[in-house]
């Protein structure tokens, strides 16, 4: 799978559409969970992404220290619904993970994780920092990995 990684103003139209038509079938619909995924953090972020007949199935937006936590950080991490029986999550991670040390030059990085997902988290270097919370109403855990 190959990815890319794009600023805000790198992205067209039609790539900006259909990360936000991913998220939105994901974290709205799929997850039943109202909140503003529109936060004006996009213009700040990295964007790493993998597309398949033209549209984007994998995705997340990265940012360096200090813009979102004190560590780099990896936000809105998802697959599409059908591709997620393929290891992608694991190939995205990692594609994140290698975008933060090449553009940002730095190791560590903080994640605010969905609870049900530590493990996943946990088979990339993750750990758990302090207790649960919820965001948007969905138990989160803070992990980072240094």
């Not at 990815?3 to 559409?17: A, D, G, M």
């Not at 997340?60 to 200090?66: A, D, Q, S, V, Y």
């Not at 993750?126 to 138990?139: A, M, R, T």
Request: glycine fraction near 4%; charged fraction near 30%.
């Amino acid at each position: 799978m190959k990815f890319q990684i794009k600023t805000f103003e790198e992205l067209n139209t039609k790539e900006l559409y259909n990360i936000l038509q991913l998220r939105s079938e994901v974290f709205v619909v799929e997850q039943d969970c109202v909140y503003q995924d529109v936060d004006f953090k996009d213009q700040k972020a990295l964007h790493v992404f993998a597309c398949k007949n033209d549209k984007i199935i994998a995705y997340t937006r990265i940012f360096k220290p200090g813009d979102y936590f004190d560590y780099a950080s990896i936000g809105r991490v998802v697959v599409a619904d059908s591709e997620r029986k393929h290891g992608f999550g694991h190939d995205l991670m990692k594609a994140s993970i290698e975008a933060i040390n090449k553009h940002f030059n730095v190791d560590e990085i903080t994640i605010s994780a969905q609870k049900y997902l530590k493990f996943f988290y946990e088979t990339h270097n993750f750990i758990q920092v302090g207790d649960e919370y919820l965001e948007d109403g969905i138990p989160h855990i803070r992990m980072d990995r240094n």
